[in-house]
């Protein structure tokens, strides 16, 4: 019997490495192209404990740069963006972040209160597949799926991506076990500009109501912060488009202030942040580049510091070692985009 046992076992283990390295090879890099998806994975290696967690869309984590604050202000903080980050998603990123370590601000981004439903898969997984496992992502894929997908797939990756065999590449072999840093505590960069040629104007709607399942997530954010005495602020971030309308703007200075809550919407500060849109973004108005950032992070820390009294935490030895890493590499991809504008222009300009 034991040596009919030994032959399964090894056989068994086989197919368990096998499965695994395939999984591995075949679920996306995200290290060139589209860096986004890499990012919401990058929080777990950060040692350090935030006072202030940034999340939301690409409204936050292409205009908020956490190194700048830190320079500026001595905050430490980090931004738990990604693309089309959708209310709920946002809420479970939230849970999951008090649930490891206790912030004392949430900065949340309203321009995702626009969806009440499920969007996107590729959105989904840019989100999803970087949290670690835990109740708040068995929630989050829960409330995220579309209609054609499976929760399997999210617990078995290879289902999902197991037709990628014809689109291998180099990035797939390289990165198979590691991943490199494609952001700075969340903060993506682009040094770029370029000026916009026209804004779209706003398509009139029905009914500019938002929507129950959207409202019943920010109660949710709201209560989650208030219970475990986290100061919450609703931002709407500086941009030309898409549109906010006033008519959504009204609905979450109402909310706001039922419920006792901050919400600055950036749009109204514009010319106090110093912003000059034909510099400060690199794809016509939709997101800033890194003068804009610095300029937003600066107006914003201030306000943090001022009226929130997030401490300066400056000259904490573990912070200032951690810190003194993420400008190193801040500044040589600073200066590795500004020596290619043309490529990182051409290349990376992209609508998210």
Not at 85 to 112: C, G, M
Not at 241 to 269: C, E, G, R, S
Not at 270 to 288: A, E, P, Q, R, V
Request: with cysteine; glycine share 6%.
């Amino acid at each position: 019997m034991k040596k009919t046992k030994k032959p399964v076992a090894i056989f068994l283990i086989i197919i368990v490495l096998g499965l695994f390295l395939a999984t591995k090879l075949l679920e996306p890099k995200y290290m060139t192209g589209i860096l986004e998806g890499a990012m919401i994975g990058e929080y777990y290696d950060d040692p350090t404990d935030h006072n202030v967690v940034f999340i939301g869309d690409c409204e936050l984590y292409e205009n908020i740069s956490p190194v700048d604050l830190w320079k500026e202000y001595g905050i430490n903080s980090y931004v738990r963006g990604s693309a089309q980050q959708l209310i709920w998603q946002s809420y479970y990123l939230a849970e999951e972040t008090i649930k490891r370590e206790h912030p004392d601000v949430i900065v949340f981004n309203v321009l995702s209160m626009q969806y009440n439903n499920p969007q996107s898969e590729a959105y989904n997984r840019m989100t999803l597949d970087g949290m670690r496992w835990s109740d708040s992502k068995i929630d989050s894929i829960k409330a995220s799926m579309t209609y054609e997908e499976h929760f399997i797939d999210y617990v078995f990756p290879l289902l999902r991506y197991h037709s990628r065999w014809s689109d291998l590449g180099t990035d797939d072999f390289e990165y198979m076990f590691h991943r490199n840093k494609v952001s700075f505590n969340g903060y993506y960069m682009r040094v770029d500009s370029r000026a916009p040629d026209s804004v779209p104007e706003g398509i009139p709607k029905i009914d500019y109501t938002f929507g129950s399942n959207a409202y019943m997530y920010l109660n949710m954010l709201t209560k989650l912060c208030k219970t475990n005495n986290v100061e919450l602020i609703l931002v709407k971030a500086p941009s030309l488009y898409p549109v906010w309308y006033n008519q959504w703007d009204k609905q979450m200075v109402d909310y706001a202030k039922a419920n006792n809550l901050t919400y600055i919407n950036f749009l109204d500060h514009m010319n106090d942040i110093g912003l000059d849109w034909s510099k400060d973004t690199y794809d016509g108005g939709l997101h800033l580049n890194l003068s804009g950032a610095k300029k937003l992070s600066s107006y914003f820390g201030k306000i943090l510091q001022e009226e929130f009294k997030v401490p300066d935490r400056r000259g904490e030895d573990k912070l200032e070692k951690y810190w003194s890493g993420v400008i190193k590499r801040y500044d040589k991809e600073k200066a590795k985009q500004e020596k290619n504008l043309e490529l990182y222009g051409s290349v990376n300009g992209k609508k998210k």
